[in-house]
């Protein structure tokens, strides 16, 4: 049981975190967000497999006021993307944004803030400050001479001063780097500073073989020291890739439920069967399934049944044909053709009871 840390509890729509809440998956659209019929439709498909809260980008005016038309035809928190102009952030939070992701040193002067906080405590409107490594501000940089941890505390420190100088404390802090170790760095750092809830994610983490490797270095870290509220694992892929990361990762770590869990060996030269476009088949079934169980995909008879005996449900292969068991009990044999039909059969039975 990994033990959370006990941030401030920050409401987002419908949707609560903090305080030890469920760690929350987030995506972004790669929509055109004033393409209101596209940005809307790949919302629809996010939510279908997880996603839990939506960020979109607001570049323009056009971009803030449609966001009341996407706003009224979806029920995922909605959370505008924001830089530079002050003015982008208040037509956003008119037009229904739930949330509001900004630096508030970098939209003009005092007074420009006082606009946006004045806005969001109207509304209960939290704002998230996203530090991200490449976009230190230049003494900050200059002071320490390379980006790393303090550099970006320090970035942080001065836009939470903006705001709780207001007397605004509805924050979300992240610290965004595509290098694994001063993202892991950084957010213990800032865990030992705030209790504001964190938002985890690691930038510009490359295509899905990359950003895999990169986003389970430094978030699973992150996780099992029980640090992070919201997370989104950044692909260079369609958004919906995100999502599926994300909850394989949270699932690794007991923190999400009703998601499949799936084991299968490496294969070797045991394997008797083609057993890898079953795994993928399977894997594609999993994902379309809303259940705690565990499924063992296993190339041989010799280990397979032993070494996933804790599987709900398996099979492991012989010559042209797999042995199906349950919690390591062999029950039957299945011909290779049948395997995968066999299989989903059993799955949906075990969920149905």
């Given at each position: 049981m990994?033990?959370?840390e006990?941030?401030?509890?920050?409401?987002?729509?419908?949707?609560t975190?903090?305080?030890?809440?469920?760690?929350i998956?987030?995506?972004?659209?790669?929509?055109?967000?004033?393409d209101?019929?596209?940005?809307?439709?790949?919302?629809?498909q996010?939510e279908?497999?997880?996603?839990?809260?939506?960020?979109c980008?607001?570049?323009?005016l056009?971009d803030a006021?449609?966001l009341k038309?996407?706003k009224?035809?979806?029920?995922?928190?909605?959370?505008?993307?924001?830089?530079f102009?002050?003015?982008?952030?208040?037509?956003?939070i008119?037009?229904?944004?739930?949330?509001?992701?900004?630096?508030?040193?970098?939209i003009?002067?005092?007074?420009?803030?006082?606009k946006v906080?004045?806005?969001c405590?109207?509304k209960?409107?939290?704002?998230?400050?996203?530090i991200n490594?490449?976009?230190i501000?230049?003494?900050?940089?200059?002071?320490?001479?390379?980006?790393?941890?303090?550099a970006?505390?320090?970035s942080?420190q001065?836009?939470v001063?903006?705001?709780?100088e207001?007397?605004?404390?509805n924050?979300?802090?992240s610290?965004?780097?595509?290098?694994?170790?001063?993202t892991?760095?950084?957010?213990?750092l800032?865990?030992?500073i705030?209790?504001?809830p964190?938002?985890?994610?690691?930038?510009e983490?490359?295509?899905?073989?990359y950003?895999?490797?990169?986003?389970?270095?430094?978030?699973?870290?992150?996780?099992?020291?029980?640090i992070?509220?919201?997370?989104?694992?950044s692909?260079?892929?369609?958004?919906?890739?995100?999502?599926?990361?994300?909850?394989?990762l949270?699932?690794?770590?007991?923190?999400?439920?009703?998601?499949p869990?799936?084991?299968?060996?490496p294969?070797?030269g045991?394997t008797m069967?083609?057993?890898?476009?079953?795994?993928?088949?399977?894997?594609?079934?999993l994902?379309?399934?809303?259940?705690?169980?565990?499924?063992?995909?296993?190339?041989?008879?010799?280990?397979g049944?032993?070494?996933?005996r804790?599987a709900?449900i398996?099979?492991?292969?012989?010559?042209?044909?797999?042995?199906?068991f349950?919690?390591?009990?062999?029950i039957?044999?299945?011909?290779?053709?049948?395997?995968?039909?066999?299989?989903?059969?059993e799955?949906?039975?075990?969920?149905s009871?």
């Open positions: 990994i033990n959370r006990s941030t401030r509890k920050v409401k987002i729509g419908n949707i975190i903090g305080g030890q809440n469920k760690v998956i987030q995506s972004m659209c790669s929509t055109l967000t004033k209101t019929a596209a940005t809307i439709n790949q919302i629809r996010l279908k497999v997880g996603c839990q809260i939506i960020r980008s607001v570049l323009d056009e006021h449609a038309t996407i009224k035809n979806i029920s995922l928190p909605l959370v505008a993307d924001i830089h102009d002050y003015k982008l952030a208040l037509a956003a008119e037009a229904g944004a739930d949330k509001i992701r900004l630096n508030p040193g970098n003009g002067g005092r007074e420009n803030v006082i906080v004045e806005k405590k109207e209960n409107i939290p704002i998230r400050i996203g490594s490449g976009s501000e230049k003494s900050v940089l200059d002071k320490y001479g390379k980006n790393c941890p303090e970006m505390i320090e942080a001065r836009h001063d903006i705001l709780e207001m007397d605004f404390h924050i979300v802090l610290f965004k780097s595509s290098d694994v170790r001063l892991v760095e950084t957010f213990l800032a865990a030992t705030w209790d504001y964190m938002h985890l994610g690691v930038t983490a490359g295509t899905k073989n950003s895999l490797i990169k986003s389970s270095a430094a978030l699973g870290e992150l996780l099992r020291k029980g992070g509220d919201t997370i989104r694992i692909i260079s892929d369609n958004p919906i890739e995100e999502i599926k990361a994300c909850k394989k949270l699932k690794a770590y007991g923190l999400i439920d009703n998601v869990d799936l084991i299968g060996c294969t070797c045991r069967y083609d057993m890898l476009p079953i795994i993928q088949e399977v894997e594609d079934f994902e379309t399934i809303q259940a705690d169980i565990k499924v063992a995909v296993m190339g041989c008879v010799v280990n049944p032993g070494e996933a804790d709900d398996g099979v492991a292969g012989g010559i042209r044909e797999a042995l199906l349950k919690k390591g009990q062999v039957r044999k299945i011909p290779q053709e049948k395997i995968v039909e066999e299989l989903k059969k799955i949906l039975e075990i969920i009871q």
